[in-house]
């Protein structure tokens, strides 16, 4: 590889952190197109042992092995094991804790991209294994809403500012420069990508994306519903094949905090709660949850916490507010600019939803 010079002096930090092992963590942060990625894989080659890859969400692990970080998964797959659980049995429930044979104990370096979006208590199980941990970030995005931020709260051992020629002929790269400088995406066509009026947005569209992603909570609950009508779904309950989004991290079931999972199957009410067999959106084992069908009547804020704490949080996935889809990327994604409503953060929060697309995005003003 042709690397810049800063790129080339990150290469050497990491290696001499490697080698000297100061600590257990380092932290090496640059923009969208600075690459990172590349770096990180560039390193994984030169050790001499196992280099385990993770992410936040299945879905972001998937990209990274379209990157080429070949094996990379989640976060929670690399520490914690199900202990039980039976995909046949409506009632039973795999319940996950750290494994020490687990794949992060046989590592020699772990990589996690996306670190923002880890918390303390992931931080902390991940670290346990004693492993040497590279953490990517990007400074440009939101923080998290609650949670996450572990390993954001230290400053970065290194800080890639410089986007690589490459990559900046890239539509979305290009995009992501000119909002970090201040600028407003233009109308028109940017390869496959797309800047369009809301006159101009169309159902076949909408359907086509991997995700749709919007600003307010208000507006995620009524492009849920009409996505939901556009394929032909109805009732105030999710059906078999219904696409859902995590609310809540459950460690010993598995479940994280905007993670995707499909309906497999329903089961019917049990102590009020409604009962479904859900898979991961990136494929695995049947996990089974019970909600409060409030989640899904747009009520849950009003559920008092003695009543909501036993229940699992779910709501419709078709479309996510930009704060839930952190940590996770699509290749192909339908913004609905409302950075209007975040002010002083506005291009922040429209930084990190562009950066949420791999390969395409439409971006709707």
């Known amino acids: 590889m042709d690397w810049s010079k800063q790129q080339d002096e990150a290469l050497k930090a990491v290696a001499r952190w490697y080698r000297d092992r100061d600590s257990q963590v380092f932290r090496l942060f640059g923009y969208a197109g600075t690459g990172k990625t590349t770096l990180a894989q560039h390193l994984a080659e030169g050790v001499d042992g196992e280099v385990v890859f993770g992410a936040f969400t299945g879905k972001a692990a998937h990209v990274l092995r379209q990157k080429g970080c070949e094996g990379a998964s989640t976060i929670h797959s690399l520490i914690y094991r199900p202990a039980m659980g039976d995909e046949d049995d409506p009632e039973a429930e795999p319940m996950f804790t750290i494994r020490r044979d687990a794949p992060a104990a046989d590592a020699h370096l772990i990589i996690i991209d996306e670190c923002s979006m880890v ?12 492993v040497p941990v590279l953490v990517l970030g990007d400074p440009a995005q939101l923080p998290p809403v609650k949670g996450g931020g572990f390993f954001t709260e230290a400053e970065p051992d290194v800080m890639l500012t410089e986007v690589h020629r490459q990559a900046a002929d890239n539509p979305i790269i290009r995009l ?42 208000v507006t995620r609950s009524k492009y849920n519903q009409r996505i939901r009508t556009l394929l032909d ?3 105030s309950i999710p059906c078999v094949g219904e696409r859902l989004v995590c609310l809540r991290n459950n460690k010993q ?6 993670g995707i999972w499909e309906v497999k199957s329903r089961h019917g009410k049990k102590a009020g709660r409604l009962r479904f067999g859900l898979i991961p959106e990136d494929g695995g084992r049947v996990t089974q949850v019970s909600v409060l069908p409030e989640f899904f009547a747009g009520g849950a804020d009003s559920i008092p916490w003695p009543k909501r704490r036993n229940s699992d949080e779910f709501d419709y ?9 952190q940590g996770s990327q699509w290749d192909r994604v339908v913004l609905f600019d409302e950075s209007f409503a975040f002010r002083e953060h506005k291009e922040r929060w429209l930084y990190t939803a562009v950066t949420r697309a791999a390969e395409q995005i439409t971006i709707v003003r």
């Open 233 to 235: 779904f109805d009732g």
């Open 176 to 217: 992501t420069m000119d909002i970090r400088e201040g600028g407003v995406p233009d109308y028109g066509a940017l390869g496959d990508s797309r800047v369009i009026s809301r006159r101009e947005i169309d159902s076949d569209t909408i359907l086509a994306a991997d995700q749709v992603l919007v600003g307010r909570n």
């Open 253 to 258: 079931k598995g479940l994280l905090n905007g």
């Open 317 to 325: 996935g078709y479309a996510l507010t930009v704060h839930k889809s």
């Open 119 to 130: 918390d303390e208590e992931l931080g902390r199980d991940l670290l346990s294994f004693g």
